[in-house]
């Protein structure tokens, strides 16, 4: 039975119930299919981005590129935490 912390109340909860016992805070469940919508967009964006980056550095415009880096670093952190 692994137990998660309620960020309404801090108290210690199962993490099968759907609301905390202690002060009814509503715990949202992601399904798979969810997850892997979120990921599969993530990654496209990374990809949009690292390819928005490569271009801007290769044409000089760093301001661009920097911005661009920043979004992938950003959606990768994202991933791999989600």
Not at 2 to 31: A, L, N, W
Not at 70 to 78: F, G, R, S, T
């Amino acid at each position: 039975m692994p137990i998660i912390q309620c960020p309404g109340c801090e108290k210690r909860v199962d993490d099968k119930v759907e609301t905390c016992p202690m002060c009814g805070y509503r715990f949202v469940k992601r399904s798979k299919s969810s997850k892997l919508i979120i990921n599969i967009v993530l990654m496209m964006l990374i990809c949009i981005s690292a390819f928005i980056a490569v271009v801007a550095f290769t044409l000089g415009n760093t301001i661009i590129g920097s911005a661009a880096s920043v979004i992938v670093i950003i959606c990768l952190i994202k991933f791999f935490v989600n």
